[in-house]
C-alpha cells in the first residue's frame, strides 16, 4: 500500500510539473489578437516607412535596386523642391495649413454649439434632426462634391479659398460625436444650477458646460483638421489656380507631371514625407493635451 501510495504521489507530482511546464491555453489564445494588431501594424507603417526611406535617395538610387537602407540625396531633394517653381510647395503647405486650421477651429465651434444643443434641449423635431446628422455621417464625401460644387458656382465662389473652407464646417460626425459626448459630460442638474443662479444659456455654455466638452471637442479638431489636411476630391474639383491648391493636389500635380519628367519623382517622395510631419506633431501635441484634460476631468469629479 506504501509503494503504491508513493507511485500515485510521484504521478500527481508529474502532472503538476507539467501543467507548470505548458502555458495555459487562455494565455495561448491571447497570442491570436496580438499577433493580428502586429501584423496589421507593419501592414499600415511599411508603407510609411519605405516614403521615409525613399525621400533620402537619388533619382538613380530610386530607380536602381531598392533597399530598405538610407540614401545619400535627402538635402539635395530637399533643395531641389525648394527650387521648383520658387518654392510654390510651401505655398501648397501653406494653404493646408489655412484649410486645416480655421476649418478645423470652425468646425469644432459649430460641432459644440449643435452638440451641446440637441444634448440639452428639448424641442420638436429633435430626434428627427439627429437622424439627418446620423444619415450625413454615412453618406459618402463624393456624393456631395458635385452639388457642393454646384452650389459654390451659384455663389460665384469656386476657384476661391472660401470654396473649399465653407462646405468643411458643418461636420455630420463631428456634431454626432459632440452630442455623445455632451449628454455624457455635461449633467442635467449642473445646468439645472446655473439657471437657478440666474446665469445666461450663454454664459452656461462658455462658462460650464465647454469646459466639461473640451477632451471631446480636442478629438473633433483632430479628427478635421487630419479630414480637410489630405483631402483631394474637394480642392480637385473646387480649384483651378495652382496658387490656392493644398498639398494633396499640388502633389498630385507633381506626379502627373512625373509621367514626362522622371525626376520628379522624387521630388513627390519627398514632399510626401515633409507633408507627413506636421501631422505627426500636431497628434503628438493634441494627444498630450487630451490626456491632461481627461486626468483633470477625473480629479475633478
Not at 34 to 58: F, N
Not at 65 to 87: C, K, W
Not at 128 to 153: D, E, K, R, T
Request: proline share 6%; hydrophobic share 50%.
Amino acid at each position: 500500500m506504501s509503494s503504491l501510495a508513493v507511485q500515485k504521489a510521484s504521478s500527481a507530482t508529474g502532472t503538476q510539473g507539467t501543467a507548470r511546464r505548458r502555458p495555459p491555453l487562455r494565455g495561448r489564445i491571447a497570442l491570436v489578437p496580438t499577433i493580428a494588431l502586429l501584423l496589421g501594424a507593419v501592414y499600415c507603417l511599411l508603407p510609411v516607412a519605405w516614403v521615409v526611406i525613399a525621400s533620402t535617395k537619388s533619382g538613380s538610387e530610386l530607380f536602381s535596386t531598392f533597399t530598405f537602407l538610407p540614401g545619400s540625396g535627402f538635402t539635395d531633394n530637399v533643395h531641389d523642391l525648394n527650387a521648383y517653381r520658387d518654392g510654390i510647395y510651401w505655398r501648397w503647405m501653406a494653404n493646408s495649413g489655412l484649410y486645416a486650421v480655421l476649418g478645423a477651429l470652425l468646425s469644432t465651434a459649430v460641432s459644440a454649439f449643435s452638440g451641446y444643443a440637441l444634448a440639452t434641449y428639448r424641442f420638436r423635431g429633435r430626434e428627427s434632426l439627429f437622424n439627418v446628422l446620423l444619415a450625413g455621417v454615412l453618406m459618402p464625401p463624393i456624393i456631395l462634391a458635385i452639388p457642393q460644387y454646384l452650389l459654390m458656382a451659384k455663389a460665384d465662389l469656386t476657384d476661391s479659398y472660401w470654396a473649399v473652407l465653407l462646405p468643411q464646417i458643418l461636420s455630420p460626425y463631428g456634431v454626432y460625436l459632440a452630442r455623445i459626448y455632451a449628454a455624457a459630460a455635461v449633467p442635467s442638474d449642473v445646468v439645472e444650477a446655473g439657471r437657478m443662479d440666474g446665469a445666461s444659456e450663454w454664459r452656461i455654455f462658455t462658462r460650464v458646460a465647454l469646459p466639461m466638452m473640451v477632451p471631446g471637442m480636442v478629438t473633433v479638431f483632430l479628427f478635421q483638421f487630419v479630414a480637410i489636411w489630405n483631402n483631394f476630391l474637394l480642392p480637385y474639383i473646387m480649384l483651378s489656380d495652382d496658387e490656392k491648391f493644398p498639398i494633396t493636389l499640388g502633389l498630385f500635380t507633381l506626379l502627373e507631371q512625373g509621367a514626362n519628367t522622371p525626376a520628379l519623382y522624387t521630388l513627390v517622395i519627398t514632399g510626401a514625407f515633409l507633408a507627413v510631419i506636421p501631422l505627426v506633431a500636431l497628434f503628438l501635441v493634441i494627444q498630450r493635451f487630451w490626456s491632461l484634460d481627461l486626468l483633470s476631468g477625473a480629479v475633478k469629479s
